[in-house]
């Protein structure tokens, strides 16, 4: 680990763990955050079905400018994505996440985003993350699923460098041999990732495993592990979902995985 260049992003000048704050709920703090929602937004009434059916999310998630491998792919609704998410969290109180993917976006996100996501595609998108270093909006940034620990921790720092301490980490599964799940969920990086910096560090085991039959475990394995929160993909109707519909859960096996968080986070000190 290159530890010297994690000036602002490592242990050695700040001892702390950092806590970040998207309106009212806090990463890095006892209490597990969990983000949920589904993988695209497709529509309002789909959003709110959602919203209203999951317990215990205290972020929604939903992406709207949707990097897709394949450009046939559904896109998303862009700006009017975000306007639905933003509307549906404005009632239920809840704080939203979504995904940039160019600069230009960038004061457009600042004005309706409460936190921004920089996805496992952009993680070295360097202009990017100096872009949003030089706000200080809630940064989610995703681990890209090729590299190291050391190189996410040395993107963070980018946004750091700029004057935008409000950094949240996320490990969500990197490409290895094993071909059975989607990814790799790398569990060890959490406590890897807690060694050497201070950053809040949360898992998405959606897009680690693509599966909803691995979530479950993964989830209680991240929160054991010491994640500080998780972000999971829930459709109202996944068979139908337009995106990632492979690895939605619904909202009934959501609801049931909440249940069965509660216990392993209190086992550590922690709560939900
Ligand atoms: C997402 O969370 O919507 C997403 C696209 O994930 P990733 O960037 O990790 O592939
Ligand atoms: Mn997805």
């Given at each position: 680990m290159n530890v010297k260049d994690l000036r602002l992003s490592g242990r050695k000048n700040h001892k702390e763990n950092t806590i970040v704050k998207a309106k009212n709920v806090l990463f890095g703090s006892e209490k597990i955050v969990l983000i949920g929602g589904p993988c695209a937004v497709e529509s309002e009434k789909q959003v709110e079905e959602i919203a209203k059916g999951v317990h215990g999310v205290s972020v929604y998630r939903g992406g709207s400018f949707k990097p897709r491998t394949s450009p046939y792919s559904f896109l998303g609704l862009e700006k009017e994505g975000i306007q639905i998410l933003k509307k549906i969290s404005e009632e239920h109180k809840i704080p939203f996440v979504t995904e940039i993917t160019k600069i230009e976006d960038l004061d457009y996100f600042i004005e309706n985003v409460d936190i921004i996501q920089i996805g496992a595609r952009d993680m070295q998108n360097f202009e990017l993350l100096k872009a949003v270093g030089r706000t200080k909006k809630p940064v989610l940034l995703k681990r890209g699923f090729g590299n190291t620990i050391e190189e996410l921790l040395l993107s963070s720092e980018y946004i750091l460098k700029?004057?935008?301490?409000?950094v949240i980490l996320c490990e969500r599964g990197i490409r290895t041999f094993e071909n059975s799940e989607r990814f790799t969920l790398d569990i060890g990086a959490i406590s890897i990732i807690k060694r050497y910096s201070h950053l809040p560090v949360i898992v998405d085991p959606s897009h680690a495993s693509g599966d909803p039959f691995y979530i479950e475990s993964l989830s209680l394995a991240a929160i054991a592990a010491g994640a500080d929160g998780l972000m999971i993909e829930i459709h109202n109707d996944p068979a139908n979902a337009l995106s990632d519909k492979d690895q939605a859960l619904t909202i009934e096996q959501y609801n049931k995985l909440v249940e069965k968080i509660a216990p392993v986070a209190k086992a550590i000190g922690r709560s939900v």
């Open positions: 700029e004057g935008n301490p409000n």
